[in-house]
Each structure stands twice: as structure tokens, then as C-alpha cells.
């Protein structure tokens, strides 16, 4: 037998049958309630609810079921008629459950009542919510400000996040880290710095104009599984899609439209990449030069034959600076030095190049295939020369698509969640609420880890999320987590992070966005802005969880009520009995972004806030989009050598982030365990492993900390040599938090040196 006939591989397209008994198998396993299927109806359409899983857009035209198997588990995993209540704790230490998965400890169910530790027995008991908010003010108040921090994941709505950002500066620091600072964070610094906006720049309509997809990393059958209806019309229309990919990845091969009776009746697929350019991890900046290359020859050879030039001139001349530099960049990159730092041949990417030359229109799409490396901000910045190249940015059709991860993460910087003080309209909020805010910088989530490692954060208040399972250096931060005055977790489940409490620890468990949110003045909405940049009213249906679960909003509002002084301009409790307030002031704070909120809330499709990029307004300094000029051919931060791999951590479609519903991957055809390293046939054979060997990854970083993970079973795999790949949130403990995006500080969680050492045969 050869080797071949041992890769794993899947050959199962997206959507399909498959992604039908995905959300029925989640059903069962969430245990979900007989009626959360009709509250799928009512999800991503005016009136109804927004998806609490990813920030793909909703369409203006929706569907009769607008929703994917992604949205669904989310729904259906927090539908679930399991409950986490105070009675859990007499069986379990908060010790004892250190040992049980990610996966189990949220199959535990909703959490239902307010929790405080108690040291004395290890288990968390039931507290008031008047006693949690005091008892957290009280710590808070016995600290310097800057030595708390509040972080947030991207799930909470725009008004609890505006109101959680304004109670940090009342409290008087810009200490607001956020998910995206794992994330997207290379997109808002990096696209900011060459176009001017920290976001994309195309909205719904482009995609149903564009030519060709360009796809850099981004993953949309497991990850943003409703952009795979556009792809389809769009390649019902003849546009082409090019895939630049360490990893076969089967949404970006074939399709079948779950939503369609007839492809469903005859298992029609579209199939989705015309080409796919299996490159090696980090492999895209020399990818992407060869591409620029390629072009730039053929422009070239267009003037000396005298023809139409190739490269938009015009737009060149009149939008962009920077470009004489790169081009003398691009003339200098020699083309063995482009197929070595891409593993790609000189034919594949002049293949790319005639596909991106024939198109009129064009998106580049990326994910976190390009932010998460240590040149991560170089990568973005080469894609974007790829499209201004042929001004393919600010015109229909065509821009750049980063895919956002949470449902609200883009809208949460939007309304003030952001920890670079110059990002937040500081003289607004003086005005609005009479305070002096505080000038001073906070920490992102890199900054947060050194804090938390020299002592200097002594607590941690998370809206939402698992930063503790999330972050770089995970077992280092177990430890130093501990040791804080206070941590205090808002969630719907219970997860790693609870159970490294701190010396005084809170766990808040709130209301889900499918649930009724009910208060003072009857049931509120809230809203959430997706990576288009659209905002999105959310109402929720469903009876609460439990009767003890308060919104995310009232317990922002509860935790700054209690922490600090009066003052007449400030008013949680009015604004905690009615969101339009708070949508009025987030207005009043950004007033073109937000021009009539609260008449706009439910727009079908949400309304534009509205990208100066996207109109070829240029909020640089320079007022123009910048060429960015790569220093060497690669985003990697180390030199791959022998022994030595780039270790690439991956989601499965069975997870959401550190949420795994299940061990079932089927599109990469892994099923029933996650503790898999997958190598290629050739690095197998070369390491003189075998298929099937138990192995352990250790950080191939010289700087004093052991950092490894065992138990994986070496799975032979059709990824590029030299690179290897296994799943995240497990990794993160290999992935050193000085292993960073050199200008966002996005840990490099797609390009970790690794050594593998055998375990057992
Ligand atoms: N089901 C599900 N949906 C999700 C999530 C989830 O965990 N599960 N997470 C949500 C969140 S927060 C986010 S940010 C998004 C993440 O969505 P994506 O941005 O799609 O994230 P990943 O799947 O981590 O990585 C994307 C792709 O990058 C590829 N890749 C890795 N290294 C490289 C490289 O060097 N170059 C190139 N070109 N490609 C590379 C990987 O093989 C992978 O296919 O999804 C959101 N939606
Ligand atoms: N190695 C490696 N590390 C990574 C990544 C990677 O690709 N590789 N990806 C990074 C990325 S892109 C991201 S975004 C981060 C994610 O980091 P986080 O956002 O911190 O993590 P999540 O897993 O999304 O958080 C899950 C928890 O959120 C809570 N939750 C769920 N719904 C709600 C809700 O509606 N409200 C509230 N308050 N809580 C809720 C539940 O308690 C659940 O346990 O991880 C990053 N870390
Ligand atoms: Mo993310």
C-alpha cells in the first residue's frame, strides 16, 4: 500500500445532507428544547433575532430558512434543556473539574443563578445579584484603576457594550482588550494603516457583482456558512473563485445548497474553487508577490506592444502612494525565492494571475489565515496591493472582505470598546456624561497576559467569552490567573475559565439573545453590526433559562451602579429600563455612524453605517492608500528547518471557538477525538513516525519556558510539508505570547515553531 492510501482526507461537500444531520445530532447532544426549531425560523429577519454565532451579513432578501448548520448549533447549544444550578456544586469541586473537556463542562447546560466562590470547599455557591455587585465594587474600588481590566468577547449587543465601555472610563481606564485582539485586530490596525478603515470595505450588493473571489484563509463552509449562497449565485453567473490555502478545506471545494429541494433531492453540488493553491502556512506574502509579479510582467510586456495597460493607472496615480517602492520590490523578488517562501510553483500563480487579470471586479477575502502570524499586518497589506493594483477597492464589485468572527466583534469597537485611547471620541463622552476620561492607552490582551504574568492586573471582569482557554501561554496563565484580588465571568455556560478563580470570584450568568429581555418598560431589542459594517436590530422570543438571569446590559449596569459615584448625567437604572436611551446616546457619541438609530433598528438587511473606503475617502494621514512594501518573502517570525515545523491551530466544524459541540470534523474527515497532529506522508516518514504514533509538540522558542502538548496521534494529512496542523483551543498552550503580529500584537496562532517528539508507538 502506499502512503497516499493512509491520508486522511474528507471529500464531503458543505451544506448537504450533511450540515442537516449536524444540526440534528446537536439537537440531541444540547439536549435542545422540542421548540427551538421554530425559533431557527425567526433568526437574521427584521423582528426576529440575530445569530449569536458568526458576523456574516443577513441578506435584505432573506430566505424562508436564513440560517446554517453554524447558526444552528449556536441557537440550538444555547436552547439546551440542560441546566448548570447551584445543586451541580455538591458534587464537584471546582479542582475536581479541571479534568473534564471543554465539551463537557459546557454540556453542563445554561448556568442559572449568580455564583460566588467559596475558597474553604472549592465549589461556587448561589449569591444575590445585590451582594455580587457589591462585593465587586467593593474590590474594584480597593484597587489603582489601571490594575483592572475588562475584557469582552464579540457576543454582547451594542448598547451593553457602549455602557461597559463608559463604566471603565467612569472607573477611569481604557482597559478594554477584546476578542479581536486574538483575532481581527491585524484588520484594525493593518487595513487602517493602508486604506484608512479598520474594516472591509464591500458591502451585500458587491458580492453579486464581483468577477472572482480571491480567498486568503478564511474557511466559509465551517466558519461563515451563509457566504456559501452568494458563492453559489456567484458561480451560477461565471465568477471565479481562487483558494490560497495550507488545508483542503470542503466548503471552499463543493456546495449543496441545504435551502434548495432540488440539489437536496439530487445531491447537486456547485463546486466552488476553480483553483486551489495548497501553499505552505505563512507562505502568502511570497504568494501574493508572485501574483503582483506576474502582473506587473504582463503590464509591462501591454506597454511595450503598445496596448492597454494592465495596472489601473489612474487609480494608482490619483488614490495611492507607496507605489514605486513596491513595484522595484516586486522587480527584485526573485522567482525562486517566491516559490520557496509560498511552496507554490511559478505556473500555479501565473495561473492566479490570469484569473485575477480576466476579472473586471474583484474581493479578496481573508481570514485568520492571514491575521494570526507574526507578519500578519505585511499579509493584509499585500492583499491590498493585490487589488489596488487594478483598483479593485471602492467600486462595485469589488474591495477587500475580511470575515469577522463573533456576531457583534466589529460593532463593539464601533460603540467604544477599544483600549487605544485616540480610537474613542473621548471629548463626546466629557461632554455627555461631565467626566475628565482618561487619556492614558490600555491593554490589549498581549498586554493584559504580561500583566497578569508580573502581578501588576490584580482583576478581570470577562463580558462573555473564555479568555482563560483562549489566549496565548495557557498553562501560564492558569497559575497567574489565580492569584488576581478578583475575576468575574459573564456567561450563559460553564467553562475553563471559572475554574481558575481568583482570591474573590463571580460567575454571572445572563440572558441568551434568543430570550425574552424584559424589563422596566417592557421587552427591549438590541443590535449588532456584521463584518459589512450593516446594524441589525435583535429581539429575543424564547422565556429565559432561568428566572434569575439578568441581560448582559443590567449587569453592566448593576456592577456600575454599585461601583461608582452618583452623578446626575449618568443614569443605569433608567437606561437599564429602556435600551433606546442607550441607543440615543451611542448617537449622540457618533452621530454619522448612527444618524437616527433607533428609527433605523430594524431595517431589513440592517443599515450602513457607512466605510470611507468604500466611497475612496482615504482616512489616512496621508489621505491616500498605501502601498506596503514587504520586508522578506514570508509572515512567518522563525526560519522552518529541518525538525523544525510551522504549526498551523485549526477549528473544527464541530466547535465555536473553545465551544465544541461535538467530535465529529467531517470536513477534514476527522471523527471522534480532536487529539490529532496531521502531518504530511513525506514529514511522517522523515521524522521516522508512523501513522497512528502518539507524539507531543513541543514550542521550538529559546526563552526559558517549557511549553508542550502530548497525546496527539500523528494522522498522515494532505497539507504541505513542513507544516502541521491540530486544533485550537488545545494548542494554546504551545503558542508564546511574545508570538505576535509585530504591529497589532495578534498572537501568531497560525504559525507556531514546533518540535514533535514521539510518545509511544
Ligand atoms: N463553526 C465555527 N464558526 C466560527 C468559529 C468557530 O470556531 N467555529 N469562530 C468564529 C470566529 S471568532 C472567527 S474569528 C471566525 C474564524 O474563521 P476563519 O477566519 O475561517 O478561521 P480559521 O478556521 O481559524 O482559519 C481560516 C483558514 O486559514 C487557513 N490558514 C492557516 N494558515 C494559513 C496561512 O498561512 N495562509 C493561508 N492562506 N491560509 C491559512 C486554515 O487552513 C483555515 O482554513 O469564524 C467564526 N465562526
Ligand atoms: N490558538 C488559537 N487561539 C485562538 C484562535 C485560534 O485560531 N487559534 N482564535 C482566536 C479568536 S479568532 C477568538 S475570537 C478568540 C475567542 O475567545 P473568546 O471570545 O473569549 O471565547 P469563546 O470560545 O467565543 O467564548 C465562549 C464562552 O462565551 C460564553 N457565551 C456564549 N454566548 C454568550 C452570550 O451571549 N453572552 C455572554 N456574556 N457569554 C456568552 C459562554 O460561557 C462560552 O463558554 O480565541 C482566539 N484564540
Ligand atoms: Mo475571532
Known amino acids: 500500500m502506499s502512503k497516499d492510501d493512509d491520508v486522511v482526507q474528507s471529500n464531503k461537500p458543505a451544506g448537504g445532507w450533511g450540515s442537516l444531520k449536524g444540526i440534528a445530532s446537536i439537537s440531541v447532544e444540547a439536549s435542545a428544547s422540542p421548540t427551538a426549531l421554530d425559533t431557527l425560523r425567526r433568526m437574521n429577519k427584521p423582528g426576529g433575532f440575530m445569530c449569536n454565532s458568526c458576523a456574516w451579513p443577513k441578506p435584505k432578501n432573506y430566505s424562508a430558512f436564513e440560517f446554517c448548520e453554524n447558526g444552528a448549533k449556536a441557537v440550538l447549544w444555547e436552547l439546551t434543556t440542560d441546566r448548570c444550578t447551584p445543586e451541580f456544586w455538591d458534587r464537584h469541586t471546582v479542582h475536581g473539574l479541571r479534568s473534564w473537556t471543554d465539551h463537557e463542562l459546557e454540556k453542563t447546560g445554561r448556568l442559572t443563578h449568580p455564583l460566588r466562590y467559596n475558597a474553604e470547599h472549592d465549589r461556587y455557591e448561589a449569591v444575590g445579584w445585590a451582594d455580587a455587585f457589591n462585593d465587586i465594587a467593593t474590590e474594584l474600588n480597593a484597587l489603582e484603576p489601571e490594575s483592572a481590566v475588562f475584557y469582552s468577547s464579540g457576543h454582547a449587543g451594542l448598547e451593553a457594550s457602549y455602557l461597559y465601555a463608559l463604566m471603565a472610563r467612569l472607573y477611569g481606564n481604557n482597559n478594554l482588550p477584546q476578542s479581536s485582539n486574538m483575532c481581527h485586530e491585524t484588520t484594525s490596525v493593518g487595513l487602517k494603516k493602508v486604506i484608512g478603515s479598520p474594516v472591509g470595505t464591500i458591502v451585500w450588493e458587491d458580492l453579486e457583482e464581483a468577477d472572482a473571489f480571491f480567498f486568503f484563509g478564511q474557511n466559509p463552509g465551517t466558519n461563515s456558512p451563509r457566504f456559501l449562497h452568494p458563492l453559489k449565485d456567484a458561480k451560477k453567473r461565471g465568477a471565479s473563485i481562487v483558494t490560497f490555502n495550507p488545508i483542503i478545506e470542503q466548503g471552499l471545494v463543493a456546495f449543496v445548497d441545504p435551502q434548495s429541494a432540488r440539489d437536496m433531492a439530487t445531491g447537486r453540488e456547485t463546486k466552488i474553487s476553480d483553483q486551489y493553491h495548497q501553499l505552505s502556512s505563512g507562505g502568502d506574502v511570497a504568494a501574493i508577490m508572485g501574483i503582483c509579479k506576474h502582473v506587473i510582467e504582463a503590464d509591462q510586456a501591454a506597454q511595450r506592444n503598445g496596448e492597454e495597460r494592465i495596472i489601473d493607472v489612474a487609480f494608482i496615480e490619483k488614490h495611492t ?170 456567561s450563559t455556560k460553564l467553562n475553563r475559565s471559572h475554574l481558575y478563580p481568583g482570591k474573590n470570584a463571580y460567575i454571572l450568568p445572563c440572558l441568551g439573545r434568543a430570550e425574552v429581555d424584559e424589563q422596566a418598560t417592557g421587552p427591549q431589542a438590541i443590535s449588532t453590526e456584521d463584518s459589512f459594517s450593516m446594524i441589525s436590530g435583535s429581539t429575543g422570543r424564547r422565556s429565559p433559562a432561568s428566572e434569575h438571569l439578568k441581560s448582559e446590559l443590567a449587569i453592566v449596569a448593576g456592577i456600575a451602579k454599585a461601583l461608582l459615584p452618583p452623578n446626575p448625567k449618568v443614569k443605569w437604572d433608567e437606561w437599564t429600563a429602556d435600551y433606546s436611551q442607550v441607543r440615543d446616546l451611542i448617537e449622540q457619541t457618533y452621530p454619522d455612524d448612527f444618524r437616527d438609530f433607533n428609527q433605523r433598528l430594524f431595517e431589513p438587511g440592517g443599515f450602513y453605517r457607512g466605510i470611507g473606503a468604500h466611497e475612496r475617502i482615504w482616512n489616512t494621514p496621508e489621505k491616500h492608500a498605501l502601498f506596503t512594501t514587504p520586508e522578506k518573502l514570508t509572515s512567518l517570525g522563525f526560519d522552518p528547518g529541518p525538525g523544525r515545523y510551522s504549526l498551523l491551530t485549526m477549528r473544527s466544524n464541530d466547535q465555536f471557538n473553545t465551544t465544541v459541540y461535538g467530535y465529529s470534523d467531517r470536513f477534514h474527515g476527522i471523527e471522534g477525538t480532536r487529539d490529532v497532529l496531521l502531518m504530511h506522508p513525506d514529514d511522517i516518514e522523515r521524522a521516522g513516525f508512523e501513522k497512528g504514533d502518539v507524539v507531543q509538540l513541543i514550542t521550538d522558542l529559546d526563552d526559558g519556558v517549557d511549553r508542550r502538548l502530548g497525546g496527539l496521534v500523528v494522522t498522515p494529512y494532505r497539507i504541505p510539508p513542513g507544516t502541521v496542523a491540530s486544533y485550537y483551543p488545545e494548542c494554546n498552550v504551545l503558542v508564546p505570547v511574545t508570538h505576535h503580529d509585530e504591529l497589532s500584537k495578534t498572537p501568531g496562532s497560525k504559525s507556531v515553531p514546533v518540535r514533535i517528539e514521539r510518545e509511544r508507538a
Open 321 to 490: 502612494q507607496g507605489f514605486d517602492r513596491f513595484l522595484a520590490s516586486v522587480e527584485a523578488a526573485a522567482w525562486e525565492d517566491i516559490e520557496a517562501g509560498s511552496g507554490l510553483t511559478r505556473v500555479a500563480l501565473k495561473e492566479a494571475a490570469d484569473t485575477y487579470m480576466a476579472a473586471e471586479r474583484v474581493i479578496g477575502v481573508y481570514g485568520m489565515g492571514l491575521t494570526q502570524h507574526t507578519h500578519g499586518s505585511v499579509n493584509i497589506g499585500l492583499l491590498v496591493n493585490l487589488l489596488m493594483l487594478r483598483g479593485n477597492i471602492g467600486r462595485p464589485g469589488a474591495g477587500v472582505c475580511p470575515v469577522r468572527g463573533h456576531s457583534n466583534v466589529q460593532g463593539q469597537r464601533t460603540v467604544g470598546i477599544a483600549e487605544k485611547a485616540d480610537l474613542v471620541p473621548m471629548d463626546k463622552l466629557r461632554e455627555l456624561f461631565d467626566f475628565d476620561p482618561p487619556t492614558e492607552d490600555g491593554v490589549n490582551i498581549v498586554e493584559m497576559v504580561e500583566g497578569l504574568l508580573a502581578g501588576t492586573v490584580k482583576a478581570s471582569i470577562c463580558l462573555g467569552g473564555n479568555l482563560l482557554r483562549a489566549v496565548p501561554d495557557q498553562h501560564r496563565m492558569e497559575d497567574t490567573w489565580t492569584r488576581q484580588n478578583l475575576t468575574v465571568m459573564i
